[in-house]
């Protein structure tokens, strides 16, 4: 859903452990779900993106999961490292219907991996 | 890098005051979109545009406005700046209003004072 409140969710990693953030969405007719890297002072950057027709999907040491049931989506990365310490957004929108560009963007969790 | 750029990079205002910021497409681009990012939060959208016109907007006040020009650079204005209007402002371009996957600038941080 909407992002609402100043703390974002906090996740601590080891250097070389696997990652998982979670996020829950709020608009069952979203079709197109887009998870963001965001390094402090920089605008969002893509990772990996994935559709409704679609439960999973696999990038360079990331994978996408989407639960439609439950409106559930997560990303994990794999032997995690420094230089995925950052914010990660996760945003939803009704492609389809021409709504690509009115992302509605998740909470954010900050992730912090120690070496 | 996205190929999005956007000017200044830092602003200060006071409040009342107006701001005019700006925003240059990835080449190819014809729909531009902005929104505004609070301290701690995700970004929120303000509006689009898509071959100059306004084709979509979120839930900010009519002093929030924007213009797209012909070569696809956009701009955001801000009327009676107040002090909630910190933020960073960021603009998104995307091939076209079809097109899925957008691309973010790095941004222009406000500050009003």
């Known amino acids: 859903g909407e992002s609402v409140g100043l703390h974002l969710p906090t996740l601590s990693v080891q250097e070389g452990d696997n990652s998982i953030i979670n996020c829950a969405y709020s608009?069952?007719?979203?079709?197109?779900f887009i998870w963001y890297k965001q390094e402090s002072g920089k605008g969002p950057q893509f990772i990996i993106d994935?559709?409704?027709?679609?439960d999973k999907r696999q990038g360079q040491r990331v994978t996408v999961l989407l639960n439609k049931t439950v409106k559930h989506l997560s990303l994990q990365i794999a032997a995690t490292q420094p230089g995925d310490s950052a914010v990660y957004f996760c945003a939803e929108t009704e492609a389809l219907r021409g709504e690509g560009g009115k992302l509605i963007f998740g909470q954010g969790t900050e992730l912090s991996v120690k070496p | 890098e996205t190929g999005v750029t956007q000017s200044p990079t830092h602003l200060i205002k006071t409040r009342g005051q107006q701001v005019t910021l700006r925003c240059s497409s990835q080449?190819?681009?014809?729909?531009v979109s902005w929104y505004q990012q609070a301290l701690g939060q995700g970004p929120q959208f303000i509006f689009q545009y898509y071959r100059e016109e306004e084709n979509g907007r979120g839930n900010f006040p009519p002093r929030f406005s924007g213009l797209q020009f012909p070569n696809y650079s956009s701009e955001l204005n801000v009327n009676a700046l107040e002090l909630d209007d910190s933020a960073l402002y960021l603009c998104?371009?995307?091939?076209?209003?079809?097109?899925?996957?957008?691309?973010f600038g790095p941004g222009t941080r406000l500050t009003v004072t």
């Open positions: 994935i559709r409704s027709n679609m």
């Open positions: 998104a371009s995307r091939q076209d209003r079809g097109a899925a996957e957008q691309y």
């Open positions: 080449s190819g681009h014809n729909t």
């Open positions: 608009n069952s007719a979203s079709d197109y």
